[in-house]
């Protein structure tokens, strides 16, 4: 089980108004937003490691 690891975050103004309304449009917390966008962009650039499926 891996931690999370917090970091402080500098952002412009118009980008975290267009995080904000995609939070809100997904319903997901700002926080939970970034890193759900960050996830994905790291899953398509293929720079994290396979998941393992799910064992039913």
């Known amino acids: ?3 999370k690891k917090p970091f402080a975050l500098r ?3 118009d980008t ?3 995080i904000e309304k995609w939070a809100a ?3 997901r917390s700002v926080n939970g937003q970034i890193e759900w966008m960050l ?3 790291l899953k398509k650039a293929k720079r994290l ?3 393992k499926p799910m064992k039913k």
């Open 25 to 27: 449009d997904e319903f």
């Open 1 to 3: 089980m891996s931690g």
């Open 11 to 13: 952002i412009d103004a």
């Open 16 to 18: 975290m108004k267009a």
């Open 49 to 51: 490691k396979a998941e």
């Open 39 to 41: 996830h994905d962009s």
